[in-house]
Structures are given as structure tokens and as C-alpha cells.
């Protein structure tokens, strides 16, 4: 489409989503049939060298910030998106939504629940502001064939569903302490505060909000080099399990919820498998272009399908069916859906899958505080959503 409406982008935590998110902007032209498009005209960090990527690597960058709130002030910038460690989200995260401008923001959306609770009051407050939450691992095509089929209830009943995000990079000690393993900057929530959203996006969208969670959380590695010679305590959790009872309607069914730092072997590895009486299915990562399926009839035969998943976006592309999706066109995917909603408020043009919400992030909040008492107590906290 000629005429394109542009958004005119900040981009306050210049790491590297920031990053992905410049190298998204500058394949648009990979999208076809939509009516806009980001430019990022303004970046803050605290960090040069952060921004001087920026500088040099993105030319529609007319601005350079080491103060968020310079940025906040320019009033050619409509739209940021923010990745600051989560200590920072509530403050950060507020003023933005304060200033009238619209916010992708990183999970989980503040450190805690009270700082969750702050950020959700100035959203009830400015409600012309849209905010979404990061999330791309769901636009991969054989994600959103899982999803397809659970809006059209293939499944039958639900027996049971496990969903995860797994890395592995942690497993070598040597590597050098971030603020990740800090409970200061990072929360107590360890892991599950910074991967978890991941795994609950879908889940949510579902409406399988658990109902009880025992959790079981590890802290594997306990101290790493901090960089300067010394040997500095690791103080948050690096794996965690979820074991949840999900109920909805008259089907109830057990729910496992995993976020690891420390799984061998992975070295980014988003999955969710739904197990039901009609039809079985898995997608995961590690094998993109892949999807298993185990349809199911009484009296039938019981064999699991391995089918390739052709290029099939949420939003088209000018990339044919026969080739492979992979991490990069899913944050495209992403970020074609934030903008979509930000251009189309009312009706996107692609109204079928959107990004993560706020009160979704606020719903992994809830989990996870719940998760956090389950581990202290070794016991199985249930959980009152209306409340």
C-alpha cells in the first residue's frame, strides 16, 4: 500500500531487543497489504556505546538520550518501546504512559505485584494510551495452527497441557553475573519473572488461568565472576516448575508451567503441547518448521503426525510457503501487530492474534506471587482470579 501511515518510534533501553526491534523496522518491507510502518526517530540509554549502534546503523535516529525522560519530552515521538531491567519498569513504564505516548514495554511489567499494581492504575487512568507486553514466540506459524485448532476446539476435552521456555547458557559458571541474578534489579521472581509471559501468553489467551500452583523453584548456580576479578553471590532462582490444576467450565485438567535458564542443551526453546480427547499436538522451536498432531477417533488408531508448517503469518509476507519462519520474522510478526493496533484501534487489520496485554502480564503477576508462597510453604496455593 502507497501512503503508508509512520509511527514515529522511540526506544528507551537500547540492548539487544532494541536492537531486533531496529532490524524489524528496517525489513517492513517484508510485510505486504498493510497501511503502516515504524521509524525509530529517537533512542535513550545510559550506555554511548549502546546508542551509538543506533547512530550508526539506524538513519532515521535524529535524536540521542541518556536521560528517558528527554525523550518523553520530544513531541515528534508517538510510540516507544522500552527494555530496562525491571526495577525500572514501574517508574519508567508509568511516565511513559503519563506522557500520552504508546508503549510496547518488556515482561513482566514491573518487579513485583506492587510495582504491577502502580503501573496498572496510570493505564486505568489514560486509557488512550495503548500498551502491549513483548511477546513473539506465539506468531510462528505452527503456534498459531495450535491456536487455530483451540478456537475451533478440535481438542475435545483437555487432559492435560505443559507449556516452556527453556535456555542453557547459564549452565556454564564462568559466565559473568548480570543484573538478571539480582534480586535488586531483577526480583525475586528470578526466571519466571523475566521468561515467563513467554509461557503464559497463550495459556492465558485460552482462558486456562490455574486455579492452585505448587511450584518448585532451584537456584542450580550460586555465585559467578562479576567481571572485575571477584566472586559475587547468584540470588535468583534459575529454573522453575509450575504445577497448576486448571479449570474451565466442566473440564478440569492438570497444567505444567516451566521457565529455565539452566536446561542443557537448549539454547532458546519456546513449547507448548496440548493433550486432549480429539486431538493431541506440540509445537516447539527447536524444530520450526515442524508441527505433531494425533488426531483422534473412538475405536481409531492412535499415531502421532509430523507435518512441515508452511510460511503462514498472521500478517503476509513476500516470503513463499515453502520456506522456513524463524526468530526474526516473529518479532516482524509482533511488531506488525502492535502497530497494527496503534494505527487501527477499533478494527486491526488483523484482528486474529495480537500481542500480549497489560492485564495479561498482570495475570502472570498473580502466578507468580502465588508461586512464590508455594515454594516458601511447600504447600499448594490456590488462586482466587476474582480478587
Known sequence: MSDKRII??????????GKE???????????????FAPKIIAVCDANPTATAWFTDNVPSVEAVYNDYKGLLANPDVEAIYCAVPHNLHAQIYIDIIQSGKHLLGEKPFGIDQEANRDIMKALEENPQVIVRCSSEFPFYPGAQQLIEWVRDQKFGKIIEVEAGFWHSSDLDPTKVINWKRRIATNGEYGCMGDLGMHVLHLPLRFGWKPRSVRALLSQIVHERPDGKGNIVPCETWDNAILACEVEQGDNQFPMVLSTKRIAPGHANTWFIRIIGTELSAEFTTKNPKQISYLPY??????????????????????????????????????WAAFCDELVHRESPLRPSFYCATPEEAAHSHVLFTAALASNRTGETISIDWRN
Open 297 to 334: 477417533k473412538p475405536g481409531g488408531v492412535q499415531a502421532w503426525h509430523i507435518a512441515d508448517a508452511p510460511y503462514k503469518s498472521v500478517y503476509s509476507t513476500i516470503t513463499g510457503g515453502i520456506f522456513e519462519f524463524g526468530f526474526s520474522d516473529s518479532i516482524l510478526q509482533m
Open 8 to 17: 514515529r518510534f522511540g526506544v528507551i533501553g537500547c540492548g539487544l531487543m
Open 21 to 35: 526491534f531496529a532490524s524489524a523496522a528496517a525489513r517492513w518491507c517484508h510485510l505486504t497489504d498493510i497501511d
